[in-house]
């Protein structure tokens, strides 16, 4: 058995009990999959219904993160629901689900929906409307809304902009999704909205004030139900064609089942009294609900449980009842029956008497997402009894009774006396929460509210979450009071302090809240490297939400002689969001194919399940499955590793490790530094290093058997901030430097000289399937075929090559297609195929390897971190005369591309601004942290970033608005960069007048500072941002691609060209050039992978040149063939098909293959002289955005933000809105949620997944969100394909207009408290960032500040 942590041992005579308890148990699982019969007489009592699902050959639901926080893994199981006696079709995260869960239920799956063939509706509309991309994501967004109309086949708006509370997407910036989504709501099914293939509704065409033509017609007032509207050319949705709900499952008979083997045994008792005999036997049989917290425990935390009780199809654990005083739940409703329950019960109780179910209800509102709600139970809440549970501080607060029930007795256990410890509870060890009786408020003079704050709104767990209870007699005087929180003890805890300062005080003196906030002071008094960290601002919230509460008591008391707050009360609120696109911007210059909007080719593929990853490749024979060893420190020598223990474990076949390698030079890899070793050889440099590989022949059994490695270490002096390494001088070698004009003396001459510190935290891709391989040794000649998720297939052939001690032309690297990239598997993924390769080298059977999302996130890198020390020269007149930094980006423990990736933040460190004199220096910070690589943008968002910092903090300074700052100082057509470059085609000033125009930004700007005049908690603000971004590889020999085109004697042609499919469009552009060049329809093309056997010597897919580099061989690649079939043209004639022209040449024996072949020109930089040309030319873009901010809480909205990109003339406008849609959420997220945070004491990294690393989701885009791309003018210089422009990375900056936007609220939040001194603001702008950096009385008396040498709780690199 694998060393976890496992259940207390059990005395032999309990399990005898047991099964001699359980002994007529049915062993059986019945239920139905797709419309099919499934019986499984031996279920495999270890795997989740994910993993049974892709076992059986249904690879469409995804495996995402194995944590409940993607949604890649949605599935629906349809079930007769014993509360509320109706069938209801719940979608589920399958990946936590436990199998025993759909005994006597109808699970469906993407694939039992619809297939290419034939789509089901909501397959069919978003892969049309481009809500798919990688596809990763989108099984489980499919699955999700077919959820919402099963159950509700006429959902509203509001239904469908929730419905996806549960899922992430890396890639479309949710807008197309919602767009498809929404055109079955009945609101907006207005046959005009563009994404009904309408020319725009007037909801998109006057904004969000007019509302749409059809939502009603006002005539006598009247609202009318409008229908359903079928987008033209789609498939009308028909709820009466759906897969019924199987008609024997309405009889099912739920019988007790036991199911299991050695190591583990499934219970599934039916009745409570089945339950209460198991546990009477059995106490440490582990309940499971939901298995929402359970399952993470298995997963992540090793735990081990040889006897789990699933409870959820015990209807006596399901009920409700409202009774005169109180409400009564079954511990084991599921949530989603809870938030009815709980509307009910306001109704039947009245608003007054309700306010603890209003309480519960608006905690469920952002508890998790609708996949867990559907699952999870307020048993389960209760019985894990974490610190930061949503419900918990309701219960407590409002007084709820728990009913514990044993065989032999039932006990009621007050909520007040419920916790006892971290994670202990009162719950005695034979017992289980059968309900929980929740007392209504009184009649009169009871208030109870309930907060929360998290980093995310949606499905994210709290920050610190409270309930808060007072009752006041007819002189307001306190009678009762609890100020119950979470997150600010190991428990959830009353504040003892402030509750006794309460009682007895009359709620309408001031000085009440003043000794009340005294009070809460005392009692969370933190101190600053609290576990958990941000002690300051949870300390803030704690006040916060007690000042919100005291101030909606009040309003409710409506009294004269206190003045209420009211700005204080209420949360921020979104709208349903909208958005407009141009859909006409390209219409001048389309060709037959090129320039016209078309879908993904590989969409209907995605959105049906039917689109192939690496994982999801049929299971070789012989094949094992590999699992890393990895390191858990951030530096220390390796002692010993002993696997012995791990060897002899069920399933495991060996271990690899860099003894296996043909020789010691063969462990070494990375470009262009050779630094870093496949494996660890004596001595690890960060944590997730890997050390060796155990393979087995499941992935779980090399899980388990990872587990029982044990790797003796000692501890080495590690580094890991970017400060420490510049105090310790770690740096690698790698030093570069533009300058240009003399800075020293514009300085000395300079009006103003203002100097900052500018600090940028890294970002995790978060693609949404991991990095996987298979490597499959072939049985000759030492050959290997290597599937593998990578961006760059050339190098993936010559790292294997290498391990495997043979010449490249023995290794084919072929790549179908990425579940997203961004540029995390352009180098890192070389590591896992190197590790997979050498593996399977040794054990000569296949290898497959795909990491977990922790270890993903451990072992591949992120987006650099950086800090720049800048000093600005500018005159009165506002013009900048220089600039001068040191700019250093967090490299981690090995190069890897970051050379590059600041040689691109120097050279985008100017921004769009003319600035005579430049000394820009980089430098690589050598740290023990995960080794930093390429993300979408490459250094050049970091390098903007300090352009944006100084022109915003300069700004302040000379006290003029920064658009006046940017409009003097912006680069003019012609003018030469830093690095002596002119700007060619240069649009961006024209586009920073249009975004003003369209967005209507002075007028909003106006409305904006009424707004703030008005609002003393709620501020507005307003951010212009422009950018401009280089297109080419700094590294020249890149810039080249190659193309193969074959034209078979049938007409039918197959593409291949060096690029790779990560969801970006690229084949679907470079089907669409193929076309266009051989004059043949779009689907007589088709490209069936990237491989190296095809195209040799690729570049990797990255730089957004991709399309240019390409496109352009492919061009080449055609017009050698169009060449070689002119003569038949002429022969046969223009109308002539590609049929009829190959048949005719292949029988003149002309060849039908071509090479094509493209590099870059002009380009040529030399970095030190500051010669050549450094970028082929830039993409250009403008955004406005505006947010509200909640100052009180952190709390923000994107109320608006305005997009426009120069992207030439765009080869397919549809996939190129796509990218900057989605490159602005990504930006969005770097800018605002997206921190990383390591452990300080173990040196590792904390945020490893969706659960405590936030990327954006569904609502957090923009609420109005419109795009735009550049039209009407002329680009003579562009001699690109098609002359249109790279857009993968450009648009990505642009999400920072809504971190400045923020900045800008926040400096109205500070003066509003007389803060004037201008505001330094690191990125990411994090809920806490935007609390502490406000000047009110409450953050003030919240701070705290350390202690000598004491240090915080978590490290920001
Ligand atoms: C992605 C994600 C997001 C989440 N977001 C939130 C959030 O926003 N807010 C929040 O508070 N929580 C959140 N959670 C935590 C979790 O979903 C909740 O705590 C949920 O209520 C657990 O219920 P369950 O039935 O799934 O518990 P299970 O995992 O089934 O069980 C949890 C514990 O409760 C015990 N238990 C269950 N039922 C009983 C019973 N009847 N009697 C005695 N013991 C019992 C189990 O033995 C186990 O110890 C989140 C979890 C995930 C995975
Ligand atoms: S894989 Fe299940 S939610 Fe992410
Ligand atoms: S399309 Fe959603 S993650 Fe890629």
New binding site residues.
């Given amino acids: 058995m694998a060393p976890g942590l496992v259940e207390p041992a059990v005395a032999p005579e309990s399990v005898r009990s047991l099964s001699t308890l359980t002994n007529e148990y049915d062993e059986t699982l019945r239920f139905y999959l797709n419309g099919t019969k499934v019986r499984l007489d031996r279920a495999d009592p270890e795997v989740t219904l994910l993993e049974y699902l892709r076992g059986v050959g249904l690879t469409g639901t995804k495996?995402?993160?194995?944590?409940?926080?993607?949604?890649?893994?949605t599935v629906v199981v349809s079930q007769y629901n014993p509360t509320t006696k109706v069938i209801y079709h719940a979608s589920v995260?399958a990946?936590l689900a436990p199998l025993v869960s759909v005994d006597g239920k109808h699970v469906i799956t993407v694939e039992g929906i619809g297939s290419v063939k034939r789509p089901h509706p909501v397959q069919e509309r978003i892969a049309m409307g481009n809500g798919s991309q990688c596809g990763f994501c989108t099984p489980g967004i499919v699955m999700s809304m077919y959820a919402l109309l099963r159950n509700k086949p006429d959902p509203s708006e509001h239904d469908v902009e929730e419905a996806f509370d549960g899922n992430l997407c890396r890639c479309t910036g949710y807008r197309p999704i919602l767009d498809s989504a929404q055109t079955f709501s009945k609101k907006s099914a207005c046959e005009k909205t563009t994404s009904n293939g309408g020319s725009g509704c007037c909801m998109e065409k006057n904004g969000n004030g007019g509302g749409c033509c059809k939502d009603k017609d006002n005539v006598d007032g009247e609202v009318k139900d409008i229908k359903r509207f079928t987008p033209p050319g789609f498939i009308e949705y028909k709820p009466d064609t759906e897969l019924i709900f199987p008609p024997s499952l309405r009889k099912h008979e739920f019988k007790a089942l036991a199911f299991g083997n050695k190591r583990k045994k499934w219970f599934r008792p039916v009745t409570l009294q089945q339950l209460l005999e198991i546990k009477s036997v059995y106490p440490s049989a582990k309940i499971i609900g939901g298995s929402t917290e359970t399952q993470i425990e298995v997963k992540f935390k090793g735990m081990q449980y040889t006897a789990s009780v699933f409870v959820g199809d015990i209807p006596e654990l399901r009920q409700f009842s409202f009774e005169p005083e109180h409400l009564e739940i079954g511990g084991n409703v599921i949530l989603t029956d809870l938030e009815d329950i709980a509307k009910k019960a306001v109704e039947h109780y009245g608003e007054t008497r309700g306010q603890p179910f209003a309480a519960i209800l608006k905690q469920l509102r952002y508890f998790a997402g609708r996949q867990i709600r559907n699952v999870g139970t307020p048993a389960g809440n209760l019985a894990t009894a974490s610190p930061i549970s949503d419900l918990n501080p309701v219960f407590v607060a409002s007084n709820a009774v728990l009913i514990a029930k044993s065989l032999d007795q039932t006990v009621e256990l007050p909520m007040s006396e419920f916790f006892k410890g971290y994670r202990v509870t009162s719950l005695p060890p034979d017992a289980i929460i059968a309900s929980i009786r929740i007392p209504a408020a009184r009649p009169k003079g009871e208030y109870l509210r309930a907060y929360k704050q998290a980093k995310r709104k949606d499905d994210d767990i709290a920050i610190v979450n409270s309930a808060l209870r007072v009752v006041l007699d007819d002189s307001h005087i306190v009678k009762e009071c609890d100020l119950v929180y979470g997150g600010m003890a190991p428990i959830t805890i009353s504040a003892k302090k402030a509750d006794e300062v309460l009682k007895g005080k009359v709620w309408t003196d001031p000085a009440t809240l003043e000794a009340v906030m005294n009070a809460l002071e005392e009692d969370f008094d933190l101190r600053f490297g609290v576990p958990g960290g941000m002690a300051t601002y949870r300390k803030s919230l704690a006040l916060g939400f007690f000042y919100k509460f005291y101030n909606e008591v009040l309003a409710d008391l409506a009294v004269e002689i206190v003045k209420v707050d009211h700005q204080a009360i209420g949360e921020i609120e979104r709208i349903i969001s909208f958005g407009k696109k141009d859909h006409d911007a390209s219409l001048k210059y389309q060709q037959k194919i090129l320039g016209k909007e078309a879908p993904h080719v590989a969409a209907m593929k995605q959105c049906t399940g039917e689109a192939q990853y690496i994982d999801d490749l049929p299971v070789h024979q012989n094949e094992l499955f590999g699992r890393m060893v990895l390191s858990s420190k951030a530096h220390a020598k390796i002692v010993s590793v002993d696997v012995s223990a791990a060897l002899e474990l069920p399933g495991v076949y060996d271990y690899v490790d860099h003894t296996c390698l043909p020789n010691p030079e063969a462990n070494w890899w990375g470009a262009p530094v050779c630094d870093e070793t496949f494996f660890a050889v004596d001595e690890v440099f960060t944590a997730g290093q890997p050390i060796g590989m155990i393979l087995a022949d499941t992935s779980v059994h090399a899980e388990n058997a990872v587990r029982a490695v044990k790797v003796v270490y000692e501890d080495l002096p590690a580094i890991f901030t970017i400060e420490e390494a510049i105090e310790k001088e770690s740096f690698f070698d790698h030093y570069r430097y533009i300058n240009k004009g003399d800075t020293e003396k514009a300085i000395k001459d300079a009006d103003h000289v203002f100097t900052g510190v500018c600090r940028m935290g890294g970002q995790e891709h978060f693609y949404l399937e991991t990095q996987a391989c298979l490597a499959v040794p072939k049985p000759e000649d030492d050959e290997m075929e290597v599937f593998s998720g990578t961006q760059n297939p050339a190098e993936t052939q010559t790292y294997v090559a290498q391990v495997l001690g043979v010449a490249a032309n023995k290794v084919v690297c072929r790549v179908k297609r990425m579940g997203g990239g961004f540029g995390g598997k352009e180098t890192r993924s070389i590591q896992l195929a190197g590790i997979c390769a050498a593996a399977a080298k040794k054990v000569n059977r296949p290898v497959r390897c795909m990491l977990n999302r922790d270890e993903d996130i451990m072992t591949s890198g992120q987006r650099h971190a950086f800090l720049t020390r800048w000093k600005v020269a500018v005159n009165k007149d506002g013009k900048l005369q220089a600039l001068d930094a040191d700019v250093y980006a967090n490299a981690g423990w090995s190069q890897d591309l970051s050379g590059a990736v600041v040689d691109r933040a120097l050279s985008h460190s100017d921004g769009v601004y003319m600035i005579p004199n430049v000394h820009v220096r980089g430098r690589l910070a050598k740290t023990n942290t995960v080794s930093n690589t390429a993300f979408r943008g490459f250094g050049g968002p970091q390098g903007m970033f300090i352009s944006e910092t100084y022109m915003s903090e300069i700004a302040d300074h000379l006290n003029i608005p920064v658009e006046k700052l940017r409009d003097i100082n912006m680069y003019k057509p012609g003018e030469i960069t830093h690095y002596n470059q002119e700007l060619k085609d240069w649009h961006v000033p024209l586009m920073y007048k249009q975004v003003q125009e369209e967005s209507e930004y002075e007028r909003r700007r106006q409305e904006c500072e009424e707004f703030n005049k008005t609002h003393k908690w709620n501020k507005r603000g307003m951010a212009i941002i422009p950018t401009k971004f280089g297109i080419s590889f700094t590294a020249i020999f890149l810039n080249q691609a190659g193309a193969l085109v074959h034209i078979y004697h049938d007409g039918s042609i197959l593409l291949a060209h060096g690029g790779t499919e990560m969801g970006q469009g690229l084949h679907t552009k470079m089907i669409m050039i193929a076309a266009e060049a051989l004059k043949v329809p779009q689907d007589a093309v088709f490209i069936s992978e990237t491989a190296t056997n095809t195209v040799a010597n690729t570049s990797s897919t990255a730089a957004s040149a991709s399309s240019d580099l390409n496109g352009y061989a492919i061009w080449n690649a055609c017009e050698q063939l169009n060449e070689r079939l002119e003569p038949y043209r002429q022969k046969l004639g223009s109308d002539a098909t590609m049929k009829e022209l190959a048949h005719a040449a292949y029988f003149d024996r002309v060849n039908l293959s071509a090479n094509g072949f493209y590099k870059t020109p002009d380009i040529g930089y030399v970095w030190g002289p500051n010669t050549g040309q450094m970028f082929f030319y830039f993409t250009q873009g403008v955004t406005a955005a505006e947010v509200e901010i909640d100052t009180l809480t952190g709390d923000w909205t994107c109320l608006r933000a305005d997009i426009k990109m120069d992207v030439g003339r765009s080869i397919n406008p549809a996939i190129d809105y796509g990218q900057i849609e989605g490159a602005f959420v990504q930006g969005q997220g770097l800018f605002t949620t997206e921190e990383l945070l390591w452990h300080r004491a173990s040196g590792q990294m904390f945020t490893k997944g969706p659960g405590a690393y936030k990327i954006p989701g569904f609502r957090d885009i923009p609420q109005e969100f419109n795009v735009s791309i550049l039209k009407d003018v002329e680009w003579e210089n562009l001699r690109t394909i098609q002359r249109s422009r790279g857009v993968g990375e450009p648009p990505l900056f642009m999400g920072s207009a809504v971190f400045f936007a923020i900045r800008d609220a926040l400096q109205a939040a500070r003066k509003e408290f007389g803060e004037e001194e201008v505001l330094q603001l690191y990125s990411p702008a994090t809920v806490e960032r935007i609390r502490t950096s406000c000047a009110d009385p409450i953050i003030k008396r919240a701070t705290v500040t350390p202690k000598e040498g004491e240090k915080s709780f978590f490290l920001t690199i």
């Fill in positions: 495996l995402g993160c194995a944590e409940g926080g993607c949604g890649a893994c995260n990946c």
